[in-house]
């Protein structure tokens, strides 16, 4: 039997897929929260002289979509920043900036700090910071906090570094201090940095949402519907929630371009796959 156009319920908004053009993936969103694509029209209305409509002439068409990510995305600050991120591997190390808290009679490892970086202040449990900065000195005492570095160690045999190199800062042993708050720079193995331009914006490409879908007659079997955005533009605005609890939401919004190399000015197709689809939780 030929498959009929008819109502379908959406279960669930599955995940967000964004690819360049030539098929390159950039990120997936596998915490969608909902999902919108709003359309809207140009229109030229004709009145009699009375001032009653007599006829109404759609001359284009508009898309938006607007999206919440349940967390912090960062290949969709990636995307957004239209600046490559840069990973921090083991032979390419990225400086950056440490800022920790370190209570007194405790140590704190600094292993691949940068010389001169650091800043160490007293944090009162009220919050508040001391003006005077600590210097460094040979040994902890009132004034100044140390620094123990140890070298690494090889075996003698063939070579390789059984106890790596580390550096251990003590902090200051003041009258009436409970914590330090210290802030250095360190050269980090494993990570990334994104910059965000004043000058970069993003540039458009391809959008998928896949949504798990029932027929309101087959409401126990799951299946696929896909929505396709051959060329979307992000908007270079957003927010970020830097904040703990249920509160970390990210929006994603963007415009829909026309394809004006498609023959039939595509703005979104939807994909409704009549196969069964496995239940699965990402």
Known sequence: MAFKLG???????????????NGTPLYALTQLTQANIDITADSTDIND???????RKYTGK???????????????VETI????????TADN???????????????????GFVEGSIHVNALSTKGSMGKDEF??????????YAIKHTDEVKDPGDQH?????????????????????????????????????????????ELFFKALVVDKCETDVLKAAIIHIPSFMPSPEFSLALQGGDSQTMDYKGSMMLNACSTDGELFSIYYIDEEEDDIEL
Do not use: C, W
Request: no cysteine.
């Open 7 to 21: 109502d379908v319920i959406v279960d669930r908004l599955q995940f967000g897929y964004g690819a360049k053009s």
């Open 49 to 55: 002289k009375d001032g009653n409509l007599v006829y």
């Open 62 to 76: 508009k898309g938006e979509v607007t999206a919440t990510n349940a967390f912090l995305n960062l290949a969709v």
């Open 81 to 88: 920043s239209a600046t490559d991120a840069e990973i921090a």
């Open 93 to 111: 190390g990225i400086v950056m900036p440490m800022i920790q808290i370190v209570k007194a009679g405790e140590t704190l490892d600094i292993t």
């Open 135 to 144: 210097k460094k000195g040979s040994a902890a005492s009132a004034t100044e």
């Open 161 to 205: 570094v059984t106890t790596p190199a580390s550096d251990v800062l003590t902090p200051p042993i003041a009258d009436g201090e409970t914590q330090y708050i210290i802030k250095y720079k360190k050269t980090i193995k494993s990570g990334a940095k994104i910059t965000n331009s004043g000058k970069k914006f993003p540039k458009s490409h």
